[in-house]
């Protein structure tokens, strides 16, 4: 008898509301990346934060096609619900400023993955980060891995 184990999930779009990717190493500071390619739990005071938002900390990026306004966005995903706050969102999240309509987040230890879609944003989006550090093995770090 053989036993087929599945395969952990390894993509997730937006709605995975409670994915953070670490990025960073324990004692060393840590930020972690959401699925929707935002920044989350700033834990770099030396005191745990998980859950953690530091306002207005985001990329952001502007283009032009010829002919064409400009476009902005953040480098974010769209925001998720529950919008149950007072105003609907908090305002550390930037609620008014305009994201991607879709982002998909790959992720296997130490990388990480974010493309970013929007049918007006005329170039191709992608995020990769990665953690150096390699758990229970200090001597080694993490490089950049080949395409």
């Given amino acids: 008898m053989s036993i087929k184990h599945a395969q952990p999930k390894s993509s997730f779009d937006a709605a ?23 920044l989350r739990d700033w834990e770099i005071f030396n005191s745990p934060a998980k ?35 007072s105003h609907g969102y908090h305002p550390s999240q930037n609620g008014g400023l305009p994201r ?4 998909t987040f790959r992720g296997q230890y130490p990388f990480a993955h974010v493309d970013l879609d929007d049918p007006s944003v005329p170039v191709h989006v992608s995020l990769e ?5 390699i758990p229970l093995n200090p001597e080694a770090r ?5 395409r």
């Fill in 16 to 38: 995975a509301t409670a994915l953070a990717f670490p990025l960073g190493g324990i004692g060393t500071g840590n930020v972690s990346l959401g699925a929707r390619g935002e």
């Fill in 51 to 85: 859950g953690s938002i530091l306002p207005n900390t985001f990329f952001a990026l502007r283009v032009q096609s010829p002919g064409q306004p400009p476009v902005a966005r953040v480098l974010e995903g769209a925001l998720q619900p529950p919008f149950n706050l």
């Fill in 100 to 103: 991607f309509a879709s982002s």
């Fill in 129 to 133: 980060a990665f953690t150096p550090l």
């Fill in 142 to 146: 993490a490089s950049r891995a080949p």
